[in-house]
């Protein structure tokens, strides 16, 4: 009798073993995004989640339509907060954005910078097509609870920001992009921002996906990691 004791200690140890496997999150998560997105709010979380969940898998396509996530066989979708589609469950991954219209100095040496949204049709501006609509994307502004749609001209259309970026570095003409892609050429005076009264504040990234979407273990952690928290007051005192 001796003998039986530890042994039940063996068996016990391997149902728990065998039961943690089972439990291990695992699946691949199938997400929609743009390249910005993708880049500057999944990544960072993508990088410190993967590792502790090696059994789950991420394919990310980037995509700058309105793609229907639920046709395209997605699990979710990034997108603004303003651009997601009723009847979804939407989660915050980020906090508000700003658009910021940009060139640089060497641009600006030959042309006087625009003094409100309409001065850009005497402009070189760099566009972006999307390519769900086909259509090139018209620049949006906004002050004082008036809302203005223009449509831009240039030698130059992209279908991603990266390539947007280079050339108004090169002095292309003038982008239309997130504060956060264009941040670091401010601060080192590789560009300048005009127009940036007409630019508020708007719905930062948010990740949806279909209200009756079963939702796995490895879908939820994933849900969980992204999820953004807005900083306390203790917190942004130590930014």
């Known amino acids: 009798m001796g003998t039986v004791g530890p042994r039940f200690e063996e068996v016990d140890a391997e149902l728990e073993a065998v039961t943690a496997l089972r439990e291990k999150p695992a699946g691949t998560i199938r997400l929609t995004a743009t390249e910005n997105a993708a880049e500057t709010v999944l990544w960072p979380t993508l990088e410190r989640f993967l590792p502790q969940y090696p ?3 991420l394919e990310i396509v980037i995509d700058y339509g309105l793609t229907d996530i639920v046709a395209q066989r997605f699990d979710a ?48 501006c760099i566009n972006l097509r999307l390519p769900t609509h086909g259509g090139l994307y018209a620049w949006e502004f906004e002050k004082a609870g008036r809302e203005m749609n223009v449509r831009v001209d240039g030698q130059l259309v992209f279908g991603t920001a990266a390539l947007m970026l280079t050339a108004a570095r090169a002095g ?7 504060e956060q892609q264009v941040r670091a050429d401010l601060d080192a005076g590789r560009l300048v921002r005009v127009l940036a009264d007409w630019c508020p ?39």
């Open 201 to 239: 504040p708007f719905a930062g990234y948010h990740l949806y996906y279909p209200s009756r979407r079963q939702l796995t273990q490895a879908f939820t952690l994933l849900v969980d990691a992204l999820r953004y928290r807005r900083p306390t007051r203790a917190e942004k005192c130590l930014i």
């Open 55 to 57: 059994d789950i898998k």
């Open 172 to 178: 292309f003409g003038l982008a239309y992009l997130t």
């Open 77 to 124: 979708g990034v997108r603004t907060g303003e651009t997601v589609a009723a009847g979804m469950i939407s989660v915050p991954i980020a906090p508000d954005m700003r658009m910021a219209v940009v060139g640089a100095p060497a641009y600006f040496a030959q042309r006087k910078p625009p003094k409100v949204p309409q001065d850009l049709t005497a402009h070189s």
